[in-house]
């Protein structure tokens, strides 16, 4: 039940941003009134006092009280939520900003930050940082960012449609997480390359870190420019759609531009990740595919069986089996004692 409204429209409103969220600009309010979040709701008349619960439906009235106290039209209000936002595609959005702009009042939390999948500010046209104050250019360099970016534009448009319910690509969004979050290989410690340079009593401290088992998944290969700059603990992702949810700025842009990339050539990449695959991998990813149109897992089955033969038809010459190279660095891991 909603309570009676203070009959007064609100002396001072300020406009709210550019793509401002709901809940960021009832937060604002509240501060110019002095007031904390929920007894300002409350003053305004409005049971329901979570600010963050208001984007997601303005109903039962909730739309006409603030329309009449800030002076808003209830449509302009309604452009502030999420109430476009498929439920299948709710969990993504976060409480607050996700990543930050340097560009950004510290105040005002954009709808755009709030999802994982987006890496760029319109408002000012520049790339998020993590919330922790980490850039992507602390990995990656511009040179390298700025190609990956073509992928990442499309991972990341084809997941804003899945989020508003308007996407029908072949395979789904869950379908190329779950492919992109399937071990290939099983788990081993980190590579000679994976490794700091450490001197033999280092070493011996460190042994546990050495020898720890890493999940090896497909995003490895298909984004190898992940794999060579990521902290090797923190390489693994979350299985299926928690690895947008749950993930960093770093696995989150490499996610986008796995999914950009298996969109665009879809029977190329699935093709080399089987071939940098071991027994168990091949079966699990076998699995993934499954869900997959029955024309498109022949076309990668062909591609696969293709690049294998070649592989094998080298032989150990100097073209070894491409399937050798994508492994080789794991290998290593084994030499550890």
Not at 4 to 31: F, G, I, Y
Not at 60 to 76: H, R, V, W
Not at 183 to 188: E, K, V
Request: positive net charge; aromatic residues 8%.
């Amino acid at each position: 039940m909603i309570s009676a409204p203070s009959s007064t429209k609100l002396p001072v409103v300020p406009r709210p941003a550019r793509d401002e969220r709901l809940s960021s600009w009832l937060n604002r309010l509240a501060q110019l009134y002095a007031m904390p979040t929920d007894v300002f709701l409350e003053h305004c008349g409005l049971s329901l006092r979570d600010a963050t619960a208001l984007e997601w439906r303005l109903g039962g009235g909730e739309g006409p009280i603030l329309a009449s106290l800030t002076g808003m039209t209830i449509e302009a209000l309604r452009t502030m939520t999420f109430e476009e936002i498929a439920p299948h595609a709710r969990r993504m959005v976060a409480l607050g900003n996700r990543y930050v702009c340097r560009g950004c009042s510290p105040g005002i939390h954009r709808k755009r930050a709030a999802f994982p999948w987006n890496f760029w500010c319109r408002e000012h046209d520049l790339r998020f940082d993590a919330c922790g104050g980490r850039k992507l250019g602390e990995w990656l360099p511009e040179t390298a960012l700025t190609l990956l970016d073509f992928n990442a534009h499309d991972g990341a448009a084809r997941l804003t449609d899945w989020a508003h319910g308007r996407e029908d690509g072949v395979p789904s969004i869950p379908q190329l997480l779950d492919f992109l979050t399937t071990r290939h290989r099983r788990s081993s410690p980190p590579s000679l390359t994976e490794q700091p340079i450490l001197s033999l009593a280092a070493r011996r401290a460190n042994h546990d870190f050495l020898t720890r088992p890493i999940a090896r998944q497909a995003l490895l290969i298909i984004v190898p420019e992940y794999d060579r700059v990521a902290p090797v603990l923190a390489k693994p992702v979350r299985a299926g759609l928690l690895s947008l949810t749950q993930g960093s700025l770093l696995q989150n842009y490499a996610l986008a531009v796995g999914i950009g990339r298996l969109s665009a050539d879809p029977v190329g990449y699935a093709a080399s990740v089987l071939l940098a695959s071991d027994g168990e991998g091949e079966q699990r990813l076998r699995q993934a595919l499954q869900g997959w149109p029955l024309a498109l897992r022949r076309r990668i089955y062909g591609r696969f069986q293709r690049l294998n033969g070649m592989g094998a038809q080298s032989g150990r010459g100097t073209a070894q089996s491409q399937k050798f190279r994508f492994t080789q660095s794991h290998i290593d891991a084994r030499r550890i004692s």
